[in-house]
């Protein structure tokens, strides 16, 4: 039988069980936001919409994620963040399973924009948690390990958008992520642990770093964040229409494109993630600038694989898609870290949130509409090759926030 020291070696530590049902509920959110790139045409066939307004979907989502975010991350940095993560879980359940009553284009429109209030909880809470759990030094490692949600729960995504979709059609997918979605929620209600904010800071505390109009005067987070959203562009747009671009331009099936797109994502997303943050932890050992540089390459080695996946030969189009996204997930820990680290525990939460307002806005809100827009006046290849100029946008703010980068403090908290 246990004695009485042994209960506390069988509990489950608190911030790995945290970290666990975070990553669970990020898992869901990307299954459920990549499963309409998966059946673009299943929906486009039964609603007879343009790419415009296909596009405009995604658009109605983020817009709405965007604007709600900043109001959410205030609320986070002076009240609990659990209820809220809670709350926010559950009403994007909700609205995930409120697909079955969708039988026309604007009631999609609708359900797409209400899941966007849900996902503006727990996306951008869920990271200023974690660093509290951790040191500086470490955040990399722990965030890298979150944000692996996003490759795997993209892949399943457009998997199930593809697969599910063809066999049952385009609403099936959409209960895959519903009901486990309120059973995660309701774990983290019981499990789920709130540590101590700003338990591993520091770093000396500034105007810049610990007030909200600091964040408009802190080149360290200006560069991280909008280095991003000129990235998140890209990715955007990329991710929106590549399953169509494959079976409009490259000539695969609906079925078979998704298949492809979601095996990529799966194995560059895992493998580009572990490894960008890999690298980034060992270089961090000897440059405090590791986080924006390794950003830096990520993208820069990103634009010629675009170039041909978008422009090349279509037999290269698979290896390019395969190249373009190994790079671009290097970035993926390393410079959601860096947005951490460039600022502290009273105002990490809405400087998160004030993050995705930016990276929404001037990226992947209006990228897929506007790569839409573009193809329906001449071709999708045209629209995608949008995301090229932005990739180069972005490389020149990350090299040149790489001098602002915070150093990083060794020490544990007491």
């Not at 795997?152 to 199930?160: K, N, V």
């Not at 993630?273 to 924006?292: C, E, N, S, V």
Request: proline share 6%; charged share 10%.
């Amino acid at each position: 039988m246990p004695t009485a020291s042994q209960p506390a070696r069988l509990r489950l530590n608190p911030a790995m069980g945290t970290l666990l049902l975070l990553i669970a509920l990020n898992l869901l959110n990307y299954i459920d936001r990549y499963i309409l790139p998966g059946e673009v045409s299943l929906i486009k066939q039964e609603f007879h919409a343009t790419d415009h307004q296909m596009g405009a979907l995604t658009t109605a989502l983020l817009f709405v994620y965007m604007l709600v975010a900043p109001a959410t991350g205030w609320l986070a940095d002076r009240f609990r963040r659990k209820p809220l993560i809670i709350l926010g879980a559950v009403l994007w359940s909700l609205a995930t399973l409120a697909t079955v009553w969708v039988h026309d284009y604007w009631t999609l429109y609708f359900r797409h924009a209400l899941v966007g209030i849900g996902e503006a909880t727990f996306g951008f809470i869920a990271p200023a948690i974690l660093a509290d759990y951790y040191p500086a030094r470490e955040r990399n490692r722990i965030l890298t390990i979150f944000y692996l949600a996003i490759p795997i729960g993209a892949a399943l995504g457009y998997l199930a958008g593809g697969q599910i979709g063809s066999h049952w059609g385009w609403r099936a997918p959409f209960f895959v992520c519903g009901l486990p979605g309120l059973l995660v929620a309701a774990l983290y209600g019981l499990w789920g642990r709130e540590p101590v904010r700003g338990a591993y800071d520091h770093v000396k505390p500034t105007l810049s770093r610990t007030t909200f109009l600091g964040l408009f005067i802190n080149p360290a987070y200006l560069t991280a964040s909008f280095g991003l959203a000129a990235l998140t562009f890209a990715m955007g747009g990329i991710s929106a229409w590549v399953p169509e671009f494959l079976h409009r331009v490259v000539g695969l099936s609906v079925g078979n494109a998704s298949l492809y797109v979601g095996a990529i994502t799966v194995i560059d997303g895992i493998a580009g993630t572990l490894i960008g943050g890999w690298i980034a932890q060992r270089w961090l050992r000897t440059d405090h600038r590791a986080l924006y540089l390794l950003s830096f390459w990520s993208v820069a080695l990103t634009l010629p694989c675009g170039a041909m996946l978008f422009f090349g030969p279509r037999a290269w189009a698979i290896p390019s898609l395969f190249a373009a996204e190994f790079f671009l997930f290097l970035n993926t820990g390393p410079l959601n870290t860096a947005i951490v680290n460039s600022v502290s525990a009273p105002i990490r939460a809405t400087a998160i949130a004030c993050n995705l307002f930016c990276i929404h806005f001037f990226g992947d809100t209006f990228s897929p509409q506007i790569i839409g827009a573009v193809s329906d006046r001449s071709n999708l290849s045209l629209g995608l090759g949008l995301t090229l100029i932005s990739l180069i946008v972005s490389c020149i703010i990350l090299r040149s926030g790489a001098r602002f980068a915070p150093p990083l403090e060794t020490s544990s908290a007491g």
